[in-house]
C-alpha cells in the first residue's frame, strides 16, 4: 500500500497537494505554521519514510542557529522602547503642528511619521497600532474622510517591515544567501519611493476632493513657521540618531548588521535615558515583549523552514521553477509571473510564509533569469507590502478596524476603501522600480565593505 502511494506521489502531485493543502488549509482556522508542517511531515513519510523526521530537525535546527537570526530580537527591542517611553511621539505632534493647516496636512504628516517610525521599529503590529492611536482619531475629529484616514494609517504603519532595519530583511537574507547589509541598503530608496507615491496620493486626492482632507484653520495663537520647523528638527534627533547607529554603521563598514542591531538596541536605551522617558517597568515590558514576539518569530520560522526543506527535497522546487521559467514573455515574463504569485499568496498568507515559499524556490532562478538578486529581493519585499492590506489575510485592515474607536464610526469596509489605493501605489512602485533598476541597486554599490 505505501509502496503503491509513493507511486502516485510524483513532484508534480506533491506540489499540486502541498500548495492547494495551505491554500485550502488557511480557511480551517488552524495556524499556518500547523498546516505547512503537517502537510510537510505526512508527505515526507509517505515519500521517504522515517528519515523526514532528521531532515526537518536538521533544518530546525540549522535555522535556529544562523547568527544573523540574532539581529532579530535586538531590533524587536529597539522597537519596543522607542514605542513604550514614547520618545517618539513629539514628532507626531510637531509635524501635525507643522502640516495641519495645509489641506491634506494630517495624513501626509501621518505617512511623513510612519516613514520615519519605520527607521526605528519593523514591527507590523506596533507601527499599525501606534499610527492609529496617534493619527485616526485626529483626522477624524478634523473631518477627513474615513477611508482616507483609515487607508493612510495602515499603509504608512506597513513601511516598518520595508524600511530598513527591517525584521523581513534580517529573514530574506539568510534564506536567499544575499547580504543583509546590501539589502538594508536597497531598501531604503524603495521605501521612500513608496512613501512619497502615497503623499502624492493624498496631495491630489486633496485637491480634487478637498472636503475629504480639510485643512486645520490657521489662528492668532499659532506659532510661527521658524519654530515649527525648529521644533520637527529637534524631534528628529531621535530616529536620526537610531538611523546613524544602525545603517550607519553598516554603510560605513563599521559593524554588521547583527552587531549593528546591537548598537541600535543599545541607542534606544541611551535615547530613552537622555529624554528621561527611560523606566524599569518600561525596559521589563519592553523585554517581555521582546521575548514573545521574537520567540514566535523563531519558532515558526525554524518549523516552517523545516517542513519546506521537505518539500523541496521531494524535487518540487525543480517543477515549480520549471513552469515560471517557461512563462511567456521571457525574463520579464518570469518577473511578471513572481510578482503575481506572491500578490496573490498576500491575499491567505502572511508575509513571513510567503517568503519561506517564494524565497528558496525563486533565489536560486532569478541570476540565470537575468536579474540582479539585490534588486529582485526588494521587488518582492515591495510586493510583500501588500500582503497587510488584502483581505481576507490583511494585517493592517484588522488592526485598525480593531483599534478604531466607537465614536469615529470607521467600519472594516472603510479601512478596507482605504487601502485600495495605496496597494495601486505598491504596484506603481513595482514598475517605477522595474524600469529604474539603479534606484534600487546603486546605493548597496557604494557600500565601503560588504557585509553578509
Excluded at 507643522?98 to 527607521?119: D, E, K, M, Y
Aim: with cysteine; hydrophobic share 55%.
Amino acid at each position: 500500500m505505501i509502496d503503491t502511494i509513493r507511486e502516485l506521489l510524483t513532484p508534480e502531485v506533491i506540489t499540486v497537494v502541498f500548495i492547494g493543502g495551505i491554500l485550502v488549509s488557511t480557511f480551517t482556522g488552524f495556524h499556518i505554521a500547523i498546516v505547512i508542517t503537517s502537510l510537510g511531515l505526512v508527505l515526507g513519510l509517505l515519500t521517504f519514510g522515517p528519515i523526514t523526521l532528521e531532515l526537518m530537525y536538521a533544518r530546525f535546527v540549522k535555522m535556529m542557529l544562523n547568527y544573523t537570526m540574532l539581529a532579530i530580537p535586538m531590533f524587536i527591542f529597539m522597537g519596543n522602547i522607542i514605542q513604550m517611553s514614547g520618545i517618539a511621539d513629539s514628532l507626531y505632534e510637531k509635524l501635525y503642528v507643522a502640516l495641519g493647516p495645509l489641506r491634506g496636512g494630517l495624513a501626509i504628516a501621518t505617512v511623513l511619521f510612519g516613514t520615519i517610525l519605520a527607521a526605528c521599529m519593523g514591527i507590523i503590529a506596533a507601527s499599525v497600532s501606534m499610527m492609529c492611536i496617534l493619527g485616526l482619531e485626529p483626522m477624524i475629529r478634523r473631518g477627513y474622510a474615513k477611508d482616507l484616514a483609515a487607508g493612510s494609517v495602515a499603509a504608512s504603519g506597513c513601511l516598518g517591515i520595508l524600511i530598513p532595519p527591517s525584521i523581513m530583511i534580517v529573514m530574506y537574507g539568510p534564506m536567499s544567501n544575499l547580504s543583509v547589509g546590501k539589502l538594508f541598503m536597497a531598501a531604503f530608496p524603495a521605501g521612500f519611493i513608496l512613501a512619497t507615491f502615497y503623499i502624492i496620493y493624498i496631495v491630489i486626492r486633496s485637491l480634487f476632493r478637498p472636503n475629504d482632507a480639510p485643512g486645520r484653520p490657521t489662528t492668532d495663537s499659532d506659532v510661527s513657521a521658524i519654530k515649527k520647523f525648529r521644533d520637527v528638527i529637534v524631534s528628529l534627533a531621535p530616529p536620526v540618531v537610531l538611523i546613524l547607529a544602525v545603517l550607519g554603521s553598516i554603510f560605513f563598514g563599521i559593524a554588521a548588521p547583527t552587531e549593528a542591531a546591537g548598537m541600535g538596541a543599545s541607542a534606544s536605551v541611551l535615547l530613552a535615558l537622555a529624554y528621561r522617558k527611560m523606566s524599569f517597568k518600561i525596559f521589563k515590558d519592553a523585554t517581555r515583549e521582546t521575548f514573545r514576539v521574537a520567540g514566535y518569530i523563531f519558532f515558526l520560522s525554524c518549523l516552517i523552514y523545516g517542513a519546506i526543506g521537505v518539500f523541496m527535497r521531494m524535487g518540487c522546487q525543480d517543477v515549480i521553477g520549471e513552469m515560471i521559467l517557461n512563462a511567456p514573455g521571457g525574463r520579464w515574463g518570469f518577473y511578471g509571473v513572481v510578482m503575481l504569485f506572491v500578490l496573490l499568496l498576500g491575499f491567505f498568507m502572511g508575509w513571513l510564509t510567503i517568503l519561506f515559499i517564494v524565497v528558496p524556490i525563486v533565489s536560486p532562478l532569478v541570476t540565470s533569469a537575468g536579474f540582479d538578486p539585490i534588486w529582485f529581493a526588494i521587488m518582492i519585499m515591495v510586493n510583500l507590502q501588500a500582503a497587510f492590506m488584502t483581505p481576507p489575510m490583511a494585517l493592517a485592515i484588522f488592526l485598525v478596524s480593531n483599534l478604531a474607536s466607537p465614536e469615529s464610526g470607521v467600519t472594516t469596509l472603510d479601512v478596507i476603501k482605504g487601502v485600495v489605493p495605496y496597494i495601486a501605489m505598491i504596484i506603481l512602485t513595482l514598475i517605477v522600480l522595474a524600469i529604474f533598476p539603479k534606484i534600487v541597486t546603486w546605493l548597496p554599490d557604494q557600500m565601503i565593505q560588504p557585509w553578509t
